[in-house]
């Protein structure tokens, strides 16, 4: 690994672990975790105090449209204990309900997200958040770096990503 490469690293897991301190900062302070929720597009998150406290926190690098995305959708999320299992959002999306047995998103509704295009957090935030509130707003703590990222480099190779796991457990759910 690169010089570069390990630098980069680092960035990603210090931006994931700040981002995933000021999520859970938002149990606490349900006001702002309510304003947030109000916020239809990252533009309105710009005008959320609550935003300004994850800026503060992450490195100051970060494109500002795409972190107030991951705020904002983040803010629609609730956390469910920890778990052994690593997941990520897309496979979260495929795995059926307890007691059911399709997908808690379905195949349109997901290739939907997919044709969202790159970096379009206008399209994008909408569309994610409907997602998030349709599977109960419960993500396991494994799965939220994965959403964090997807929504932050939302472009080609993300949707590959996670079509692939959402496609993958779609799969080994109907065998």
Known sequence: MTEATAQTENIWQETTRATIAWWKT???NRGDRAELRRCRSPAEVAFVPA???LKMKTPQNLD????????????????????DRRETIAGLFARPAEGGTTPR?????????LRVADYDYTELYPVLTRLIRQIDRKVPTSAVPSLIWGVYKWDQKTKRSWAEAYYEHVTRNED
Do not use: Q
Request: charged share 30%; aromatic share 8%; hydrophobic share 40%.
């Open 64 to 83: 500002p449209e795409k972190l107030a995305a991951v705020a904002g959708i983040l803010s629609h999320v609730d956390s469910l204990p920890e778990t």
């Open 105 to 113: 998103i379905s195949d349109p509704r997901f290739r939907r997200i």
């Open 26 to 28: 938002l149990n606490e």
């Open 51 to 53: 935003f300004y406290r």
